[in-house]
Each structure stands twice: as structure tokens, then as C-alpha cells.
């Protein structure tokens, strides 16, 4: 596997530039750019089914360049291509005025806008407006180009990045580029992934411009990338003589009266992902509202502060899962301060068992994994008002670095945050994944994968990648609209058999 760097945009401009300084061809480097961008455009075309209709939205930079490169071999391979840019010649880059030149004696067809009105799209949009180094606000002709361009709800790919985004911060002053996908050269920019930037970048499409990988080395990370192109093979071989208890045996105390289903959810993801058995020890309350529950489901209910029969099955049980469903009261924060005291298991930790946890638990399993979204972390760390991502992201960091735990960070995209390491950016899923019980499937296949031996940090990457999947191919068959959590479940299978 292939580390992705998760980088700033001025560190990625910089770097290049000292390649250059080193002996690279800057034009080189963009006729392989171009040469990616075209190979993307055409697999969208083509998985679309779409015409073969092109329009390129091209500003003063490289980006510019490398849309008109792409232009002019498309025109060769019998594609309609229309330009509008929104400067003179002699305002643009060398390699940009080189370009543009070779597009229009290709016989490409380029109008100079003075107007919004000029502006007439079709086909797909491929945006080269502006580039990486953009901060600010897109105002003017600039920004009405861009709202227009989005309202034509025509698909758009983004060279690099979406015109109008800073790829620094993620910050969004103005109007930006909506991209159905974002074609980013070299490595993706921090940008994508914090404040608003993951609502604009779409689809994340690599290309290697052919910049030598010793510059790659040199450059500061904020983190890593998670996605089809360097996911880790983690699962373990299963074992033809493997007995039930040897494939995985999950504890899990989850649910309530009023809330039986994230029980229910997190159970069945566990063994929809692996594990050979599972025993929920559930309240006694909860007996109706689990009798019609799933025919594998051993459940054994806890008797007030009795919790033997829990403590006989944790001699054998190769990891726990507490919170989903659980809701707060004082027998579930005795229950959790007493189990989490008493038993190394590997542990995963979810919803109402987070804060309890987080406030008052001062022993606890060694291997420990925590699935909190956003506000639940932010009770974790005792924040009243809200902060920017980036410093977010670094007091969880230093709440793992503290507990010794990991964290995966619910979300789109989620973080992985490990000790130790930099953070795990799962950029994949569906939008429709923001649903009730979404979370309780993602803790029992995590559960699950602790139980085969997984490490925490092991678990916990492979499990995000695994419910990302899951989400995108029910959402195929579903739509987003539609998604519900069970939904998750019926594709797992799907996913552990790919």
C-alpha cells in the first residue's frame, strides 16, 4: 500500500516550484496533467453516457493551460470543445498563451466573456478558472461565471481544485465551483477535507503529473488519504478449521426500552462483517422489544447490578462493544464505570458510553476505540463553542495522544485519529449515510474486527472503509433519499466478498 499525502496548497506549489528550480520541465509537467485530466473526463463521459460535448471554463494560470492542452487533443478525437475565458492573452501565463494558441489553431472555438450573458454552456464543464494558490473571494465577471456555471446543473470537473475554494483552510468566501469531481494533481490539498471544502470537491480523482516522488518526501502532511487506490487488505484469513468463538466472539451491551433497534443494528453488523458469535446483554425492560429480534442474536438480560453473567462471558469473548442505544441514566454510568475497571478486552465505545468515559472513567482497556461525530466529541473535550476544524481536529488528536485511544471522528469524511500518527481521511460514503443508526452499523463492524484480531487502529481504518462501501452501494441502489441504516447492512456482505 501507497501512502497518500494529505497536504496544504502552498506547500504543494512550493515543492513543485523547487523541483523546477532543480532541472523539471513545467511544461512536461503539464501535458501530463493534461494527459490524466483527459483520461478522467472521457471515464466520466463514457460511464455517464453522456454526449460528447465539452465546455472549458479557463482562467490566467496553469490550470487554464492545462484545460486548453485538454481541449485541443479532444477536438483530434472528434469532441465539440468551447472555451470562454476571462482574460486577454496577455494577461495569462507563457504556458497558458502557448496553449491557447495551439487550442484555436486546432480549430477550438474561444470567446474572451466582457459579459455574463455571453456565457453559454453545455455538455460537461471542465473548470480551470482558477488554481490552488486562490484566497479570497471570487467577485465580479469571476464569480458570476461561477454561480452560473453551477445553476446550469450540467456536470462539472474541477482541474485541481474548485475554482473559488481555498485549499489552505477549505474556507469559502464567495461563490465556488460545485464539482461533480475533482481532478487533483499530485496530492490532495487539506482544503478538500475541512470548514466547507468537502461539500464542493465531489468524486477525489488522482493523477501523477510526474514529479519525481523524492519531492513528495519533502512535503509537511496534515494527513492521509483512505480510498480504493491504497486501502490496506487487513481482513484475516479464515481458517477451515475454525470453531465460532475462534472467529470472533463479541460482547456488546447496547440498547434501551425506547431505543432496541441500535442494538439490534450493531449486532447485526457484527456478524455481517465476521464475527462468529455475539452476545447482547441488554436491560430487562428491553425483553418485548427484542423477542421478534434476529435469530443468531444470543441476548441475556442484565439484572440491576448484577453483572456476573457478563463477567463469566468476558473470559472467552475477544472484544466489547458499549453505548449504541444505551441512553443516559445513572444504572448505565454505574454499569460502564465498572465494566470498563474491570475488563481488557478490546473495547469500542459509542454514543451515550463517550462522555461518561471521557468525564469520569480512570481505568480502562488498553485497546480502546471511540466512534464519536462531531458533537460528541466536542462533550468529550468539554468545548462550549465552536472552533475551527483544524484546531478541532488537533484537541482531538491530543485527547487520543492523552487517553491512548483511538478515535474515529464521524463525519463526511471521517478521521481516523490514531496516537501517535497522522490523522486517516476517509473521503468515501454517500451523502444519504446521515441517517438514524448509521453509526451503531460502523461500531459493530468495528466490534467485529477487533474480535478477529485486529489491531485498534487496524479496525478502526478498515471498518470506515468497509461501511463507506457499503453506503455507496446502497445509496446506488436506494438513492440517497432512501437510505437507511439496515440498508448498510444487507451490502457489507457484498463489500467482504469484493
Not at 280 to 299: G, Q
Not at 449 to 468: E, F, N, Q
Amino acid at each position: 500500500m501507497s501512502v497518500i499525502k494529505i497536504t496544504a496548497a502552498k506547500e504543494m506549489a512550493r515543492v513543485e516550484r523547487l523541483s523546477i528550480e532543480e532541472g523539471a520541465c513545467d511544461e512536461k509537467y503539464m501535458l501530463d496533467a493534461a494527459a490524466g485530466i483527459e483520461d478522467a473526463l472521457i471515464d466520466f463521459i463514457s460511464k455517464q453516457n453522456l454526449e460528447k460535448e465539452i465546455t472549458l471554463l479557463v482562467g490566467k494560470g496553469n490550470n487554464g493551460g492545462d484545460a486548453y492542452v485538454v481541449g485541443t487533443s479532444l477536438l483530434k478525437k472528434g469532441f465539440s470543445v468551447l472555451a470562454f475565458c476571462v482574460c486577454y492573452a496577455k494577461e495569462c501565463s507563457k504556458l497558458n498563451q502557448k496553449h491557447r494558441e495551439n487550442f484555436t489553431q486546432s480549430g477550438g472555438k474561444l470567446h474572451e466573456l466582457t459579459s455574463i450573458d455571453e456565457l453559454k454552456l453545455k455538455g460537461v464543464i471542465l473548470d480551470g478558472l482558477l488554481g490552488t494558490g486562490f484566497q479570497g473571494k471570487a467577485e465580479g465577471l469571476l464569480g458570476a461565471i461561477i454561480t452560473k456555471a453551477n445553476e446550469s446543473k450540467l456536470p462539472i470537473l474541477a482541474i485541481d481544485i474548485p475554482s473559488g475554494l481555498d485549499g489552505n483552510t477549505g474556507v469559502v468566501n464567495g461563490p465556488v465551483i460545485n464539482a461533480k469531481e475533482t481532478i487533483y494533481l499530485g496530492l490532495p490539498k487539506v482544503g478538500f477535507f475541512i470548514e466547507d471544502g468537502f461539500n464542493h470537491v465531489g468524486k477525489l480523482t488522482r493523477v501523477d503529473f510526474g514529479m519525481d516522488p523524492k519531492y513528495y518526501e519533502m512535503m509537511k502532511s496534515f494527513g492521509n488519504l483512505l480510498d480504493d487506490e491504497n486501502f490496506p487488505k487487513n481482513l484475516p484469513e479464515i481458517k477451515r478449521s475454525q470453531h465460532k468463538y475462534e472467529a470472533g466472539y463479541v460482547l456488546a451491551i447496547a440498547g434501551s426500552k425506547n431505543m432496541p433497534g441500535a442494538a439490534l443494528l450493531c449486532t447485526l453488523a457484527a456478524l455481517r462483517s465476521g464475527a462468529g458469535i455475539i452476545r447482547l446483554f441488554h436491560r430487562e425492560e428491553m425483553h418485548e422489544e427484542l423477542a421478534n429480534s434476529f435469530e443468531e442474536l444470543i441476548k441475556t438480560p442484565l439484572q440491576g447490578a448484577d453483572y456476573e453473567p457478563f463477567y463469566k462471558e468476558v473470559k472467552r469473548a475477544k472484544s466489547l462493544l458499549i453505548g449504541p442505544g444505551c441512553g443516559k441514566s445513572d444504572e448505565f454510568e454505574h454499569l460502564l464505570i465498572d465494566v470498563l475497571s474491570k475488563v481488557d478486552l478490546p473495547t469500542i465505545l459509542d454514543a451515550d458510553a463517550l462522555e461518561i468515559f471521557a468525564k469520569k472513567a480512570k481505568k480502562y482497556p488498553k485497546d480502546l476505540v471511540l466512534t464519536p461525530h462531531k458533537g460528541e466529541m466536542a462533550q468529550c473535550l468539554g468545548l462550549k463553542n465552536k472552533c475551527k476544524d483544524e484546531e478541532f481536529l488537533a484537541k482531538a488528536q491530543a485527547f487520543a495522544e492523552a487517553k491512548k485511544v483511538v478515535i474515529i471522528l464521524k463525519g463526511a469524511p471521517t478521521f481516523v485519529i490514531v496516537e501517535g500518527e497522522l490523522p486517516t481521511v476517509m473521503p468515501m460514503g454517500d451523502p444519504g449515510m446521515a441517517t438514524a443508526g448509521s453509526g451503531d452499523v460502523l461500531s459493530g463492524v468495528v466490534a467485529a474486527l477487533l474480535a478477529m484480531g485486529l489491531s485498534p487502529s487496524k479496525a478502526a481504518i478498515t471498518a470506515v472503509y468497509i461501511h463507506a462501501k457499503a453506503g455507496e452501494l446502497a445509496a446506488k441502489e436506494k438513492g440517497s433519499y432512501s437510505l437507511i441504516a439496515s440498508d448498510l447492512i444487507e451490502k457489507l456482505p457484498v463489500v467482504l466478498k469484493d
